[in-house]
């Protein structure tokens, strides 16, 4: 089966989107397919070392820049354009092979649907995330940033009723969502057929051969992974944390704010020596011994497709302590986490969440043991091997559907 396989981020031994990419196209690779990359030019060089030091023979890449663009460049601007150059390279390459399938990953956006449609092949597009949105009770954390997330708020309900939106949708052959609010977008938009799959998989390197067991010593100690962005909510596990009654210390693993900034959130809180920062974004595999180390996952993201640092703590057997959003809210089981209700106001959800740390740090160890073995069993359905067979299958049934037709 020849599969043209669109992965606009795409790198080796790399994590977040960039990571799924490559997932995706080494292990459809792995499964037999014959996997025709279109990535960015820029991630040329990674690929080909990787390649190199590790032929697959099934994987044959193609490298496609934006004429007139710096080729390590990136960005709304870059992608949308590189869209385009990634279709006129799939129909030259189109007079040269006969492909089968048509599959989009990357970048897992709904709101920009993949132009290889027009090649006249069943076409996938997805997983892809980006129909949640913020809750109004949320959006003063944002704090200067709020005004543009109101605005991707409004574009992002209006995009189902708009003309050319729902022409490109409807061409699709199937839309995977990484959660309901984008299923239930994408279908609003007429896609014939939508399914719900998670937009990031468990990579069997990073998953521990076995769950966690944990000691009583004190303190909890919890682990926050991610940039440090307005949307992903660093000032309200701050404000959690700085209402909570039992003895809990947090470490922070990740960057984008002025370290001066991130000092002075924390000493606002009155959490010094309770917020453990290096100060500096840490390597991949260092950030596997993070979570190997800590009692629990504290994802406070407040508008995520899933959140990969889910599935990462999750491969390592460590409990979740996550706001009821979005694809935590849809995929995680409730034994493997405490998913933490969003309030009518910013006050109320501080306090849920301050009280979710109480009640977990209260659990006694079968309890947390317990957590532990279900979320580690739960990742184990979210490998890259189990979704490359998932698509296999969905291939199958396109091209069966087809002939029939």
């Not at 606002?268 to 800590?294: D, I, N, Q």
């Not at 580690?376 to 199958?396: G, P």
Request: charged share 20%; aromatic share 8%; glycine share 8%.
């Amino acid at each position: 089966m020849r599969v043209l396989l669109s992965a606009y981020a795409c790198r080796p031994n790399a994590g977040s989107e960039p990571g799924t990419g490559w997932n995706w196209a080494l292990h459809l690779a792995e499964a037999g397919c014959e996997v025709y990359l279109l990535t960015a030019g820029r991630n040329r060089n990674s690929i080909d070392t990787y390649l190199k030091e590790h032929p697959c023979p099934r994987l044959h890449p193609h490298y496609v820049d934006v004429p007139w663009m710096n080729p390590m460049s990136s960005g709304a601007a870059h992608y949308l354009l590189w869209q385009w150059g990634t279709l006129r390279q799939a129909k030259s390459l189109s007079c040269k092979i006969s492909f089968d399938i048509v599959h989009h990953v990357s970048y897992g956006a709904v709101h920009v649907p993949t132009q290889l449609w027009r090649l006249g092949l069943p076409t996938i597009f997805g997983p892809v995330g980006g129909g949640q949105t913020t809750p109004e009770s949320l959006l003063s954390y944002f704090g200067d940033a709020e005004k543009g997330e109101r605005n991707r708020t409004r574009v992002t309900r209006l995009l189902p009723r708009l003309w050319l939106y729902r022409a490109w949708m409807k061409r699709m052959s199937v839309v995977l969502a990484a959660n309901n609010d984008t299923l239930a977008l994408a279908e609003n938009a007429g896609c014939r057929r939508v399914e719900l799959l998670c937009d990031t998989g468990s990579r069997q390197d990073f998953r521990a051969e076995t769950p966690r067991v944990f000691s009583g010593a004190p303190p909890l100690r919890l682990l926050w992974v991610g940039r440090f962005l307005p949307r992903k909510g660093l000032p309200l596990a701050l404000d959690a944390l700085a209402q909570t009654q039992a003895k809990i210390h947090i470490t922070l693993v990740g960057d984008g704010l002025p370290a001066e900034t991130v000092r002075r959130m924390i000493s606002e809180r009155s959490l010094a020596g309770r917020v453990h920062w290096k100060g500096e974004r840490l390597p991949w595999m260092e950030v596997r011994e993070a979570y190997a180390t800590h009692d629990a996952l504290l994802f406070t993201s407040l508008r995520d497709s899933f959140g990969s640092q889910n599935l990462e703590a999750m491969s390592v057997g460590l409990p979740v302590i996550t706001l009821n959003l979005s694809g935590a809210r849809d995929l995680i089981s409730d034994d493997s986490a405490l998913k933490v209700p969003i309030g009518s106001t910013k006050q109320e959800t501080v306090l849920n969440l301050s009280q979710a740390l109480d009640r977990f740090a209260a659990m006694s160890l079968e309890q947390r043991n317990h957590m532990s073995e279900m979320a580690w069993r739960r990742a184990e359905e979210f490998s890259w091997a189990s979704r490359a067979a998932f698509a296999k299958t969905l291939y199958s049934g396109l091209l069966d559907n087809r002939r029939a037709s």
